[in-house]
């Protein structure tokens, strides 16, 4: 990654995150069985073995909608990003959420070294963290979703066009909460963790 020495360091951390987030959702993927396990591919990163997706499209879906949120996490509207998993009925039965915040006023250099090791130990958590997630109904969708803090004018931003407001329907009760990790730093603070529905949510 070619690193520009006058790049703020939000926007350093924000180009980071990114890149974790990509890979991390290529990892949840991988994890949920969602392809066969020939359509990925192992590489490194952060001096982890991990998980690429082969398949141009699927590749190319989870890039582009994460890259699509730099300029928003870089001015940090960007609350949650979030892997959810949809039955038939098009109610969610499993999200991978990622709660962000980039300190927007930090105006000292970025260690990347140091973030870079918090964010690593996402990745090893994540990869052993089956045994936390529920099996998928047989026929299911998967989709990547973003919340923003606040709506971005579509007149003023270009990158704003490759996002939809989604029409996912949303449970009725508070879900159930299983945290996987979190780290708390300057000027980054990430936690993951899935949800599922409550066990007196109305059945579909």
């Not at 591919?41 to 997706?53: D, G, I, P, S």
């Not at 052993?128 to 099996?135: N, Q, R």
């Not at 931003?157 to 449970?171: C, F, G, L």
């Not at 708390?184 to 599922?196: A, F, G, K």
Request: net charge neutral.
């Amino acid at each position: 990654m070619d690193r520009k020495d006058n790049q703020s360091p939000q926007g350093e951390t924000a180009r980071i995150l990114v890149e974790f987030l990509e890979v991390a959702i290529t990892s949840i993927v991988f994890l949920k069985g969602v392809y066969p396990s020939g359509a990925f591919e192992r590489r490194r990163y952060m001096n982890l073995v991990v998980q690429r997706a082969r398949h141009p499209q699927l590749r190319d879906y989870i890039h582009s909608a994460v890259f699509g949120l730099l300029p928003f996490i870089q001015k940090g509207m960007v609350e949650r990003a979030a892997v959810i998993f949809f039955n038939t009925d098009g109610i969610p039965v499993e999200r991978f959420v990622f709660k962000l915040a980039v300190n927007q006023s930090y105006g000292s250099k970025v260690e990347h070294a140091d973030l870079e090791f918090s964010l690593r130990s996402f990745l090893i958590k994540l990869s052993v963290s089956e045994s936390l997630t529920k099996v998928l109904p047989r026929d299911y969708r998967w989709e990547i979703t973003a919340y923003f803090r606040s709506l971005p004018e579509a007149s003023a931003n270009k990158d704003v066009e490759q996002w939809i407001p989604t029409d996912t329907r949303q449970w009725e009760q508070p879900p159930l909460l299983t945290p996987i990790k979190s780290m708390s730093s300057e000027p980054l603070c990430v936690q993951l963790y899935i949800e599922h529905p409550s066990l007196s949510e109305p059945k579909p």
